[in-house]
């Protein structure tokens, strides 16, 4: 299983980005797709997460701003990530999981500075 994650970059506070996740592989029907994050110095947090039946998941401090969202049939996920903040800055990773295994994207860089 792999996963390329796409879409990171610099964005002004108050803007916008839209991440994408492709993955490829051999990869369980029923999945939860999640993005997590890693500001410097900080441990890696989930930010949000969909279940193949669209069930989602988010971080309280991402709650109203970010939406996560999945094309099935594309092996994709999105991270629609609004009114961005400086602390949102961080190194984005994309996630798959099912049957008891994870698997990682490599991360984008999403930094949010004026």
């Known amino acids: 299983v792999q996963l390329q994650a796409f879409g990171g970059g610099l964005v002004q506070p108050g803007g916008f980005l839209r991440l994408s996740c492709a993955a490829s592989?051999?990869?369980?029907?029923?999945?939860?797709r999640g993005w997590y994050r890693q500001a410097p110095g900080k441990q890696r947090e989930l930010v949000a997460s969909?279940?193949?039946?669209?069930?989602?998941s988010y971080a309280d401090s991402v709650k109203g701003r970010f939406t996560i969202s999945r094309d099935n049939d594309k092996n994709t996920a999105y991270l629609q990530m609004n009114s961005l903040k400086p602390e949102d800055t961080a190194v984005y990773y994309c996630?798959?999981?099912?049957?008891?295994?994870?698997?990682w994207g490599q991360g984008t860089l999403v930094t949010v500075s004026s």
């Open positions: 592989g051999n990869i369980f029907s029923s999945n939860t």
């Open positions: 996630t798959v999981r099912y049957l008891g295994s994870a698997y």
């Open positions: 969909i279940t193949s039946g669209g069930s989602t």
